[in-house]
């Protein structure tokens, strides 16, 4: 394989490092750069070769910089719609502009091609993107969907596993099928994509299928002892408090979302 260079934005989130490690694992002689606003975040030995470059995501220049000369952009920024959309398209814009030839938008997403515009507002942001990409000419993008972060969804912040209590908290009937992926092996995947340049458009990856009903099964299965389940409510419930909220606290779903 001839040597790639390969730009991560937002570098100092905790998939954007992920992502380095993985791909320097995947290709030792691969030229990674990535564009943070504190570099000094990035303080991981393994990746001392990376390219810093200090900037955030509306500073045009350095974002020129950084970008000039790439085999591909991948982007792992997560904030506000304002960052999601405005600053995603900047990145594209200039990376189009300096000829780089594929654009990995910020996605690790559930299947948002199913949803229909905005319907998902935390999700919208991807499929805005999605538009804005199929309009450049000159700039293959890039959509990786995994489903949820297994580690995520099971973080204590979002309280769906309460691990004090050995207790399921979930919405709907329990059956409904939730894919799910680990952090690694969406890093590690879309390491490959990044190192594949024929690697464009919507690519499906899933760790597992499972709904929460079956996981309470195979605790009980591998522990001994099935945890509790409490139902919150209905999934029409979900959405009427979900739409509340969204109206209580704007676009900045931060806000709400552990809540
Ligand atoms: N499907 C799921 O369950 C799930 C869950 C979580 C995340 N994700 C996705 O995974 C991707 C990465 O998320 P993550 O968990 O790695 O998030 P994270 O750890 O919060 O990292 C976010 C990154 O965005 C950067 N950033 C924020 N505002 C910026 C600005 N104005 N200019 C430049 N950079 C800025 C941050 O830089 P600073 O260090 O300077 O703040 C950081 O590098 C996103 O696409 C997100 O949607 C998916
Ligand atoms: C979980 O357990 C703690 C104490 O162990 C208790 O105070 C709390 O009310 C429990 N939460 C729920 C939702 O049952
Ligand atoms: C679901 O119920 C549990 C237990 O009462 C509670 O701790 C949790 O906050 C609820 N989740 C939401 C999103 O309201």
Redesign the pocket.
């Given at each position: 394989m001839a040597s790639m260079t390969i730009a991560i934005a937002g570098i100092t989130g905790k998939f954007g490092r992920l992502l380095a490690l993985c791909l320097l694992k995947a290709l030792p002689e691969v030229k990674l750069r990535g564009l943070a606003r504190e570099p000094s975040k990035v303080d991981d030995p393994s990746l001392s070769s990376v390219n810093l470059f200090q900037g955030d995501a509306f500073d045009v220049d350095r974002i020129r910089q950084f970008v000039r000369g790439a085999d591909v952009v991948c982007c792992c920024y997560l904030g506000d719609d304002h960052l999601m959309i405005q600053g995603q398209k900047i990145l594209i814009d200039v990376a189009e502009e300096e000829g780089v030839p594929r654009y990995i938008a910020s996605d690790w997403s559930l299947d948002w091609t199913k949803l229909e515009m905005g319907k998902l507002f935390a999700k919208e942001s991807c499929q805005r993107v999605h538009e804005y990409l199929a309009t450049k000419a000159n700039i293959r993008g890039v959509h990786i969907l995994i489903g949820g972060f297994t580690d995520v969804i099971f973080a204590p912040f979002f309280r769906i596993w309460?691990q004090?209590?050995l207790?399921f908290?979930y919405w709907g009937t329990g059956d409904e099928m939730w894919e799910c992926t680990s952090y690694l092996n969406s890093a590690q995947y879309t390491a490959a994509v990044c190192l594949d340049r024929e690697a464009v458009g919507i690519l499906r990856f899933v760790g597992d299928v499972i709904s929460i009903r079956n996981m309470a099964k195979t605790m009980q299965k591998v522990y001994g002892k099935a945890p509790n389940m409490?139902h919150n409510g209905s999934l029409e419930e979900l959405s009427a408090i979900m739409v509340h909220e969204r109206q209580n606290y704007g676009a900045d779903f931060y806000k709400y979302v552990f809540k």
């Open positions: 309460d004090e209590n207790t908290n409490h």
